[in-house]
């Protein structure tokens, strides 16, 4: 880490730069300033905020799980790391691959919980976004008994009952999303996806502010930010009637990751919001003579309230209607 403290008035700046050291590139820079009422708090944000920038690309709590028990063989990590990548690609090529490497993982080291959990979360994204046909909603119950698995292999992985509070979202059983989330937070309080996956939660719950404050928290405190973090972001902003930034995030989502399906529908949703309904049929068409499955997937998101779920099924009515 390199950077400068100036004083300019009652005002301190720092500006910060992290450097990787194998070929000298600024990996991340940014600038804080505080006043002197503030002073006292700017190392833990600045702390923070490296911290969550290093393990943005592999979070922190995953890279433990995965080397917290040792696997049979080096293969076992191997497959274990490369699906956890892959499953962040949202594209029905990359999440074949990604299953046929966790579930040869598996097959190496039945119990290794890192590859078993990172299969159920590749699952559980397949069902909702359909990329590739082989999992679908009726098979919803075999990704709870996945993450319940792994739980059972090792109880202290956070990211496992932050998968399994997605799932239990899915299900509709949102008391016990919220309290899964809630142990995850707990293994993992440094561990941006988690409050990520709250907010995911408290918007199911209709508990839209505090999700919006959730995922901003989020957001802020993890600088290199995935597609997923979007297209989480897009849903809360829907929900809460901020059609322009909620395009503007769904947008975001898929300059990232082009065959998310989430993020065309609620770039949709957003259009339609706006009043640019022609847009958004366009969209909604295009994107759904791709043959991706896109309406098994337009369905399967339905929100739980009943006011959004009325406004959902209103606005992607009107997208999917055709010009």
């Known amino acids: 880490m390199d950077g400068t403290v100036q004083r300019t008035a009652d005002t301190l700046v720092v500006a910060i730069q992290l450097i990787d050291t194998r070929d000298n590139t600024v990996a991340w820079a940014e600038q804080f300033s505080a006043s002197a009422r503030g002073v006292e708090n700017i190392q833990g944000i600045v702390a923070a905020r490296i911290a969550t920038t290093l393990h943005a690309g592999?979070?922190?709590t995953e890279k433990h799980a995965i080397l917290r028990r040792q696997p049979r063989d080096l293969d076992v990590y191997e497959l274990t790391l490369r699906g956890l990548a892959l499953k962040h690609q949202f594209n029905a090529d990359a999440t074949l691959e990604g299953r046929r490497g966790l579930e040869e993982a598996l097959a190496r080291d039945p119990s290794y919980a890192p590859a078993l959990l990172n299969l159920a979360w590749?699952?559980?994204t397949d069902i909702l976004n359909q990329f590739t046909g082989e999992w679908g909603m009726s098979r919803l119950d075999e990704v709870i008994a996945q993450f319940n698995r792994a739980i059972e292999l090792d109880p202290n992985l956070p990211n496992a009952y932050q998968g399994l509070s997605r799932a239990m979202t899915v299900k509709g059983d949102l008391e016990e999303a919220h309290q899964l989330?809630?142990?995850a937070l707990e293994l993992g309080p440094s561990d941006a996806d988690n409050l990520l996956f709250l907010g995911t939660v408290l918007v199911q719950r209709g508990e839209i502010a505090a999700a919006l404050r959730a995922e901003e928290q989020a957001l802020d405190l993890n600088p290199l930010r995935p597609s997923y973090y979007s297209r989480h972001y897009a849903e809360a902003l829907w929900a809460a009637g901020q059609n322009g930034k909620a395009l503007e995030q769904s947008e975001e989502c898929l300059r990232k990751a082009s065959k998310f399906t989430h993020c065309t529908i609620f770039r949709a949703l957003a259009l339609v919001g706006l009043g640019r309904v022609e847009e958004a049929q366009t969209l909604y068409r295009v994107t759904a003579a791709q043959g991706?499955?896109?309406?098994?997937?337009?369905?399967?998101?339905?929100?739980?309230?009943a006011d959004l779920a009325t406004r959902y099924q209103r606005?992607?009515?009107l997208a999917g209607q055709g010009p």
């Open 122 to 124: 590749l699952n559980v």
């Open 58 to 60: 592999l979070r922190e």
């Open 292 to 305: 991706t499955n896109f309406e098994t997937s337009v369905r399967a998101i339905v929100p739980k309230p």
């Open 315 to 317: 606005d992607i009515g």
């Open 181 to 183: 989330i809630r142990r």
